[in-house]
């Protein structure tokens, strides 16, 4: 997906959808903040005092993920010299800020940001779809060293059905539109798988195979492009294949959101049987369905997944197609026609069969004030509310960029309240709920670089129970030992060792490390004690 287009074109389809949403007067409740004003003018200190005081503390599992995105352009013609620096840089102040998942773009129109044998490179790295970086490399590889070096998950973020963005770009040979005209269709400049054809979904499938395959991603990522966000007085030409596939659907837009729902299972039975510990995500556009209509539904006033994209995204949630959800909530509280604190509460209430992170649109959520203190961002009235919402188990920020540039001190609070301390991933039990064996062999070594904690990998019988993170707490002399308490944990690493911040022997400490398995169980712990 491009979610820098995505962002903007439903916003665009909710101001010619939505009642009042584009020329609305200017109210508390929608007046951005002059000037980026400072978070409620407080100092850092005050702030954490505050969410301390409303029960907001800061949790030892969560995501806490940004997505990167490539169909913007950001990295197209740079040498893999000055592309690998921007990324790494990026990558640092992530970290910095707490992030433990990055959802990295790999597949935005058809194309790929890496080798593949069944589509052509992306024309957002060389300018050109398929022509080969040179000097050769291997970007998603690369990113995900980058990633587990750091601690962090790598998810590859794929969009299933576009086949070309609105573009003058020329196609390579070896495109799919190109190889296979019969098999998409052209909506309002857009090139679309056409998502009817079973074909289609055994291409997307095999796709995923081959990354799956060939690439250690922690997990596959789809966006909100399902069928194409609608545009007023053109029509979706589909007409020939629901006369062909309608399975006995008679109504449209059952037969649609059907064809939606054969590709999501089909796409989660595969994955789970190349790489069962692989975490499938979708994050669909934020609202599912508006009270009028359907009772379920949230008292919005916008375009809907379920009746205009044709993604039913609740069935995926509560059959268990997908394995962790991220609807994109990128308005701000008060918003009249989709406020933020109403969809939160309807996610939170609805979506709950699986893991449930919320999108957050950065700039949108610094530019507007808080409608209950004006002279504040909404930036803790939001983090307020995901830690009242008892089903939110992680945010995933739009975009990453926005963060690394520290948009009026945004990343600076993360850093140094929201997202101190490290957070392990949420653990899916529904996908296993063994743990890793306890790590082996303790100790302290000295090397050319000083005084390493190292230890030995437990031995595991399958999937299951391999070790493939350990994570490493360090206690006072005298202290009470709780692991549940994040403000202990000194690094999350895939490592097995770490060097320790030796002074003079005089001091004594408690180091303890305990092993992650591939879905976020821990292991029992082991300890020793160190002088440094």
Known sequence: MNKFISRYIALFAIALIVSGCGSKKSTTKDTPINNHHPIAEETEEAEANRNIHHGSSIP??????????IVNGQFQGKSRDQLQKTLSYQLD????????????QVRGECD?????????WSRFLTGRQGVAPNPYWDPLQWMIDQCHQRGMELHAWINPYRAKMKSQAKLAPNHIAITHPERFFKYDGLYILNPALPENREYICNVVDDILRRYDVDGLHIDDYFYPYPVSGVKIPDD????????????KADWRRYNVDLFIKQLSDSIKRVKPWVKFGVSPFGIYRNKRSSEIGSNTNGLQNYDDLYADVLKWVNNGWIDYCVPQLYWQIGHKSADYKELINWWNQHASARPLYIGEDVERTIKYADPDNPQSNQVPAKHKLHREMKNVSGTVLWYAKAAVDNYDRFGTFLRNYYWKYPALQPSMPFKNTKSPHRPTKLKTKWEEDGLHLVWDAPKATDWQDQ??????YR????????IDDPSHIVAITRKLNILLPYKDGKSDWT????????????????????EL
Request: charged residues 25%.
């Open 240 to 251: 020939k294949e629901f006369y062909k596939y309608n399975n006995g659907i008679d109504n």
């Open 112 to 120: 790929a940001f890496y080798p593949s044998r069944i589509e052509p």
């Open 511 to 530: 180091y303890i490390v305990s092993a992650i398995g591939r879905t976020g169980n821990e292991s029992p712990i082991t300890k020793r004690s160190v």
């Open 475 to 482: 206690f006072a002399k005298g202290e009470i030992i709780n």
């Open 60 to 69: 030892k599992h969560e995501f806490r993920g940004a997505w990167i995105q």
């Open 467 to 472: 070790a493939c993170q350990y994570v490493v």
């Open 93 to 104: 102040e992530l970290q910095k800020d707490g992030v433990n998942a990055i959802i990295f």
